[in-house]
C-alpha cells in the first residue's frame, strides 16, 4: 500500500511538515528529512525550489531562492534522496511546480520519484483537469498520489469532482491568500472548515497555510485529518539549522 493512505488510516491526527530542498544548505536535505522522522512528524513535503513559486509567501519563496542559489536541481534532489529509504519510513511527497517536471519529462520525473521513494505529488499549479486527462495514468503507472489544493473560493462542485479522482488526501487551503504563519484562525476560516467537513469527502483532509504553533495547529485537526506546518518552520531552521528539530516539533505536539 502507498504510505500516504496507510499514514491516514492510521487512528490519530497527522503533523505534516513542509521544507525547501537544499536550505539552507545544499546537503542538508537528507539530514532535515531524517531528524523530522525522529522528532515526531507523520508525513513530510520536500520542497523542489522554483524562480516564480506563485503560491508560496516570502518566507518560503526566499528559502527557495536560496536553494536555488546553493546550487539545488531536480536531478540533484533525486540523487540526494537515493538512499533515503534505508533511514526513513513516514511519507514523503515533492512539492513544487510544473515547469520543472515538464523540463525534465513528465513520464521520466515519475519514474525517478518511484525509485528514490517518493509517494505523492502536490504540484499548484497543474489544474486538475489538464491532470486527469493527459498524467493520471502515468502517476497512477508509477504509485504516486497527487494532492489537490482547495481553497475558500473553490466551490462545492468542483471539490467533489477533485475528491472523486483523488486517491489520497485533499489539501486544504486555510485562506486564499499565499503561505505564511499567523497566530490563530477566525470565524470566517472555521465556517470554511466546518463547510468542508460537512461535504464528507470520500479522501480525508489536511489543513495548511497559516499553521505555526500549538494553538494553530490544535484548531486545525479538530476539523481535519492534520496540518502542514511550512514557513514557520523555514523561519526555524534559518535561524537554528537542521540538527535538533525537538526544539520545533515538540512544542507543537505537546504543547
Same mark, same amino acid.
Given at each position: 500500500? &502507498? /504510505?500516504i /493512505?496507510?499514514?491516514?488510516?492510521?487512528?490519530? @491526527?497527522?503533523?505534516?511538515?513542509?521544507?525547501t530542498? =537544499?536550505? !539552507? @544548505?545544499?546537503?542538508?536535505?537528507? $539530514?532535515?528529512?531524517?531528524?523530522?522522522? @525522529?522528532?515526531?512528524?507523520?508525513?513530510?513535503?520536500? =520542497?523542489?525550489p522554483? +524562480?516564480?513559486?506563485?503560491?508560496?509567501g516570502?518566507t518560503?519563496?526566499?528559502?527557495?531562492?536560496?536553494?536555488?542559489?546553493?546550487?539545488?536541481?531536480?536531478?540533484?534532489?533525486?540523487?540526494?534522496?537515493?538512499?533515503?529509504?534505508?533511514?526513513? +519510513?513516514?511519507?514523503?511527497?515533492?512539492?513544487?511546480?510544473?515547469?520543472?517536471m515538464?523540463?525534465?519529462?513528465?513520464?521520466?520525473?515519475?519514474?525517478?520519484?518511484?525509485e528514490v521513494?517518493?509517494?505523492?505529488?502536490?504540484?499548484?499549479?497543474? !489544474?486538475?483537469?489538464?491532470?486527469?486527462?493527459?498524467?493520471?495514468?502515468?502517476?497512477?503507472?508509477?504509485?504516486?498520489? &497527487?494532492?489537490?489544493?482547495?481553497?475558500?473560493?473553490?466551490?462545492?462542485?468542483?471539490? /467533489?469532482?477533485m475528491?472523486?479522482?483523488?486517491?489520497?488526501?485533499i489539501?486544504?487551503?486555510?485562506?486564499?491568500?499565499?503561505? =505564511?504563519?499567523? +497566530?490563530?484562525?477566525?470565524?470566517?476560516?472555521?465556517?470554511?472548515?466546518? /463547510?468542508?467537513?460537512?461535504? @464528507?469527502?470520500? &479522501? !480525508?483532509?489536511?489543513?495548511?497555510? =497559516?499553521?505555526?504553533?500549538?494553538?494553530?495547529?490544535?484548531q486545525?485537526?479538530?476539523?481535519?485529518?492534520?496540518?502542514?506546518?511550512?514557513?514557520?518552520?523555514?523561519?526555524h531552521?534559518?535561524?537554528?539549522?537542521?540538527?535538533?528539530?525537538?526544539?520545533? $516539533?515538540?512544542?507543537?505536539?505537546?504543547?
Amino acid at each position: 500500500m &502507498n /504510505r500516504i /493512505r496507510a499514514k491516514l488510516q492510521e487512528d490519530k @491526527k497527522l503533523l505534516s511538515i513542509y521544507f525547501t530542498a =537544499g536550505y !539552507p @544548505k545544499l546537503e542538508d536535505t537528507v $539530514t532535515t528529512i531524517q531528524n523530522l522522522e @525522529k522528532n515526531g512528524v507523520d508525513m513530510i513535503e520536500i =520542497g523542489l525550489p522554483f +524562480s516564480d513559486p506563485l503560491a508560496d509567501g516570502p518566507t518560503i519563496q526566499e528559502s527557495s531562492t536560496q536553494a536555488l542559489q546553493n546550487g539545488m536541481t531536480s536531478t540533484l534532489l533525486f540523487d540526494q534522496l537515493k538512499d533515503v529509504r534505508k533511514t526513513v +519510513s513516514i511519507p514523503l511527497i515533492l512539492m513544487g511546480y510544473f515547469n520543472p517536471m515538464l523540463q525534465y519529462g513528465v513520464e521520466a520525473f515519475c519514474k525517478k520519484c518511484q525509485e528514490v521513494g517518493i509517494d505523492g505529488l502536490i504540484i499548484p499549479d497543474l !489544474p486538475v483537469e489538464v491532470y486527469q486527462e493527459d498524467y493520471k495514468d502515468i502517476f497512477e503507472r508509477y504509485g504516486l498520489l &497527487n494532492v489537490f489544493l482547495i481553497t475558500p473560493q473553490t466551490s462545492d462542485a468542483r471539490i /467533489r469532482y477533485m475528491d472523486s479522482i483523488s486517491d489520497g488526501f485533499i489539501y486544504m487551503v486555510s485562506s486564499a491568500s499565499t503561505t =505564511g504563519s499567523q +497566530s490563530g484562525f477566525g470565524k470566517e476560516q472555521t465556517d470554511y472548515f466546518k /463547510r468542508i467537513a460537512n461535504l @464528507k469527502l470520500e &479522501n !480525508p483532509q489536511i489543513i495548511g497555510f =497559516g499553521i505555526s504553533n500549538h494553538e494553530t495547529f490544535s484548531q486545525a485537526i479538530q476539523y481535519a485529518k492534520g496540518a502542514i506546518i511550512g514557513s514557520a518552520f523555514i523561519k526555524h531552521v534559518s535561524a537554528n539549522g537542521v540538527d535538533d528539530l525537538g526544539e520545533f $516539533t515538540a512544542p507543537i505536539l505537546n504543547g
